[in-house]
């Protein structure tokens, strides 16, 4: 049971357009969601997140919308640049089984954005 | 500088031969996991630990075993490798910090281990 789910592997985008990553989930007890983004060869670093509590949140180029009714996220980043061709992973937090701040993260399949000059 | 270390970098073993990768991490952060990434799959938790001598199944924790001992180490064992553990293997920390949780959410450079 998939509870974070990307449908789409892949997206190719043109530099200087909007690039929009999509993400959905089922779980309702997520609190947290965090965009993670994935070079070859390295781990995943974070790039931004939103709690439950908001629809949206802006850091620079990137945005996160959060539709709870839905239970829909997405990112976009305006404009895009060659530089941010990756993988880019959706995360959801959840309270783990002893409850507290004991946090388990459920990450989507990822989608493999491409940005051409 | 912050960071998380695991080695070895890439190994390449046989099946049933008890191996570890390590996990170190310089940030005294309470909360430790191992991921592994699997082409069409994503990111898969394994294991997790919010602090010393405790530790707790993700996901996928089945041919695993962790440790938590020391607040800055996490090792990551099989005791019996097979095949289906061929991966590309994660450690992260983080802060269990409510509202710090994302913004000091670490991962290594990752292990590819190879189980023939």
């Known amino acids: 049971d998939q509870q974070v789910k990307q449908n789409s592997p892949s997206l190719s985008v043109q530099e200087g357009r909007i690039s929009i990553l999509n993400c959905d989930y089922t779980?309702?007890?997520?609190?947290?969601f965090l965009w993670y983004k994935k070079y070859p060869a390295e781990g995943p670093t974070f790039l931004i997140s939103?709690?439950?509590?908001?629809d949206k949140n802006e850091d620079g180029r990137f945005t996160v919308f959060l539709n709870k009714s839905a239970k829909h996220l997405s990112l976009h980043i305006v404009p895009s640049q060659p530089g941010d061709s990756a993988v880019y992973f959706c995360?959801?937090?959840?309270?783990?089984?002893?409850?507290?701040?004991?946090?388990?993260?459920?990450f989507g399949k990822g989608t493999l954005l491409t940005v051409n000059p | 500088e912050a960071q998380v270390t695991q080695n070895p970098r890439y190994l390449i073993t046989v099946t049933g031969k008890k191996l570890t990768v390590t996990c170190s991490q310089n940030?005294?952060?309470?909360?430790m996991s191992w991921y592994r990434q699997d082409p069409g799959l994503g990111l898969r938790q394994i294991y997790y630990?919010?602090?010393?001598?405790?530790?707790d199944k993700g996901d996928v924790p089945e041919g695993y075993k962790v440790s938590r001992k020391e607040k800055r180490n996490f090792p990551l064992i099989l005791e019996s490798p097979s095949p289906n553990q061929t991966s590309l293997y994660f450690c992260?920390?983080?802060?269990?910090?409510?509202?710090?949780?994302?913004?000091?959410?670490?991962f290594g450079q990752g292990t590819r281990l190879t189980v023939v």
């Open positions: 992260a920390s983080s802060t269990t910090k409510r509202d710090s949780w994302d913004t000091e959410a670490f």
């Open positions: 779980n309702s007890m997520f609190d947290y």
């Open positions: 939103i709690s439950s509590i908001k």
């Open positions: 995360a959801a937090r959840s309270v783990g089984l002893r409850g507290g701040s004991n946090y388990k993260l459920t």
């Open positions: 940030m005294n952060h309470e909360y």
């Open positions: 630990s919010m602090n010393v001598e405790v530790t």
